[in-house]
């Protein structure tokens, strides 16, 4: 499984990214937004620090108007991923970037057949977001379980299941344990999954013991 962080927090992707625990970033217009940075500014230095994907996120609900950010977008980097809804309007996008040799993810997916539609338009990536889901009493778990089922059932299917909106470590296992691709996750997270009293009581029964001899 590939670690994406969801950040545009430089010095912390740096950081992380030192011990190779970073694979990919993605950004929204939120994220973006909490930075107080310029946009380009922003997606330039993180591509900078990372050798992998970073998604950038367009703004406009129309095609055109997507596509003329996505323009604007490509042009930072070839790192660059460009981020369109799962609306009609995205999807042709999606096709549009494609069949162009340009990355897309499709973000804010909350169902099996978004993702099969987004599938069918060429989406390098899928983000399903779990979280979101399960706020308001779904079960976002099941939709990646159905969503990797579906996409193994057909093998020219290279979407990639990039799951989003992670709220806690098991969301991560579980995504792996079902063989998402990929887990986005804010980098707070991803320090939680390395936390375990049983190893902090070791080390320090360790450290104790040393100092007794």
């Known amino acids: ?113 978004q993702a099969l539609l987004a599938a069918k338009a060429g989406a390098t990536y899928i983000s399903p977001f779990i979280g979101r889901l399960d706020d308001i009493g779904g079960d976002g778990m099941g939709m990646i379980a159905d969503i990797c089922m579906a996409f193994e059932n057909y093998p020219d299917i290279a979407t990639q299941v990039l799951v989003a909106s992670v709220r806690s470590p098991l969301h991560v296992v579980e995504a792996a344990k079902i063989g998402a691709d990929i887990v986005t996750l804010p980098p707070h997270l991803l320090g939680q999954m390395l936390q375990h009293s049983l190893t902090d009581r070791g080390l320090e029964a360790f450290m104790n013991d040393s100092k007794a001899h």
């Open 1 to 113: 499984m590939q670690f994406f962080l969801d950040s545009c927090d430089v010095q912390r992707i740096s950081e992380l990214h030192d011990i190779g625990l970073v694979d990919g970033i993605t950004t929204n217009p939120s994220l973006v937004a909490k930075s107080g940075r310029k946009h380009a500014e922003l997606l330039k230095e993180i591509c900078s620090i990372i050798k992998g994907p970073v998604s950038a996120q367009v703004l406009s609900s129309d095609a055109s108007g997507m596509l003329s950010e996505a323009k604007e977008l490509l042009q930072i980097s070839e790192q660059i991923v460009i981020k369109v809804p799962s609306t009609w309007e995205g999807l042709k996008v999606c096709k549009q970037l494609t069949d162009n040799g340009h990355p897309v993810n499709v973000t804010l997916c909350f169902s099996t057949a």
